[in-house]
């Protein structure tokens, strides 16, 4: 770690995001190790260690398979590497949604466990109660709605929602009750335009977008997406790298070193000292 990255630095938390609604746009994105946190610290307000790890990093087919063990190894490590944004850690499919009870004590688990400064949670229909449950015990909860990848099972696929005025209303009300219910911030996720820029018109805290254009206060993305690691992505996201060629291309340029003898060279072999 650098001279400079020792320094103390105040690490944003709830209260600072959610002081930021209408301001300047909140910048978020995803972290799941210690190296990306610690590259991504300088640029980002907020990290967050999304249950989408367990897709990007564990190649599951959807976010249903994550375990509690899982978020609080990588919001571990995510903390090492962040310094100055503030971590949330997403509590996982089958650890809030029984009761509020047990939610808070799986967050609290989490927050004991990484440091994090807050955790995230997909505030479906019956979710905002137990939000509150959580926010009034000192949990800081950023809820998630719109297209909610834990009920990718009920919902039929990662499409985007809210395009029907029946859902339209339905989100709507749903932000509502996840702002009301003490939310710091919420993610609107895979939503019309129309729709984001109601949300955020509508509740007090800040709006995270993804997928759901530029009417939110933040923008969040996958990481591993928006630096081009798959050949797939969908179409709200920008890739502002290559990294699956340049990875590729390293891969390549290794294979051909090592089959021709020319890696390793002198540079990268010990030599005994002269005596
Ligand atoms: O798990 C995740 O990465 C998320 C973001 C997509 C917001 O919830």
Redesign the pocket.
Known sequence: MSAQRQETVRRLAAPDIAARKGGDPIV?L?AYTAPVAEILDDHCDLL?V????GM?VHGLPN?VGVTMEMMILHGQAVMRGARRAMVVV?MPFGSYEGSAEAAYDNAARIMKETGAQAV?V?SGPTVPDTIHYMVQRGIPVMG?VGLR?QAVLVDGGFKAKGRDEEGRARILAEARATADAGAFAV?V?GVAEGLARDITAAIAPPT?G?GASAGCDGQ???TDDMLGLFDWTPKFVRRFADLRGEIGRAGEQYAAEVKARTFPGEAETYFAKKS
């Not at 999304?50 to 790890?53: A, E, I, N, R």
Request: charge should be negative; glycine fraction near 4%.
């Open positions: 978020c995803t967050l999304g249950d989408s790890v990007v976010t997403d995230k997909e998630h990848p993610v996720e995270i993804i969040i993305l996958v």
